[in-house]
């Protein structure tokens, strides 16, 4: 069976909280500066229900293995055009390798268009190859220095996709 994909609700979020911890410790993304320690994270249905915002989950079997979302990329220059940050998205390994990310990152980037972000920017961190060859074959450009104001310092890999 296909992975499938829809909006997050209540219920899954200490699933989706599970899949977070799980795949940020894999990656030894867990101490100070990474998206683990956000307060979003035990509540990530509520985090994303404000306007601008999204979160999917990707199931497979009937369970919760992966998600990612779009929200407003804090602190961004208000003169710029709109900018999202592509956040979240991450995958247990039975998930890896089934086309998830592809579909995930087209479903969040359809969302971004269709709420005017004209921008997508995103961070992630050296080690997470998979992730960084998905990010470029979907169009987005490696930057030399963050954006915004994450809070995410842990992270040392920036890219930008212009929708």
Same mark, same amino acid.
């Given at each position: 069976m296909?992975?499938?994909?829809r909006?997050?609700t209540?219920?899954d979020?200490?699933?989706? =909280? #599970?899949v977070?911890r799980?795949?940020?410790t894999?990656?030894g993304?867990s %101490?100070? @500066?990474f !998206?683990?320690h $956000?307060p979003?994270?035990d509540?990530?249905?509520?985090?994303?229900?404000s306007?601008g =915002? #999204?979160?999917f989950?990707v199931?497979h079997?009937g369970?919760?293995?992966g %998600?990612? @979302?779009? !929200?407003?990329l $804090?602190?961004?220059?208000p003169?710029?055009?709109?900018v999202?940050e592509?956040?979240?998205?991450?995958f247990?390994?039975r998930?890896?390798?089934?086309?998830?990310?592809?579909?995930l990152?087209?479903?969040?980037?359809t969302?971004?268009?269709?709420v005017g972000y004209?921008?997508?920017?995103?961070?992630?961190?050296?080690?997470?190859?998979a992730a960084?060859h998905?990010y470029?074959?979907?169009?987005?450009?490696?930057?030399?220095a963050p954006?915004?104001?994450?809070?995410?310092f842990?992270c040392?890999?920036?890219f930008v996709?212009?929708?």
């Open positions: 296909s992975p499938a994909l909006r997050i209540p219920a979020d200490p699933q989706v =909280a #599970a977070i799980t795949v940020m894999e990656f993304a %101490g100070p @500066g !998206a683990i $956000d979003e994270v509540h990530m249905s509520a985090a994303y229900a306007p =915002a #999204a979160y989950v199931e079997d369970v919760v293995m %998600g990612g @979302g779009i !929200a407003p $804090d602190a961004a220059d003169a710029s055009p709109p999202c592509l956040r979240k998205m991450y247990l390994p998930l890896r390798g089934m086309g998830a990310g592809r579909l990152i087209d479903r969040c980037l969302e971004a268009r269709s004209r921008r997508c920017y995103l961070e992630t961190l050296t080690g997470m190859d960084i998905l470029e074959r979907t169009g987005f450009t490696a930057l030399c954006l915004g104001a994450t809070g995410h842990g040392d890999r920036w996709k212009d929708l």
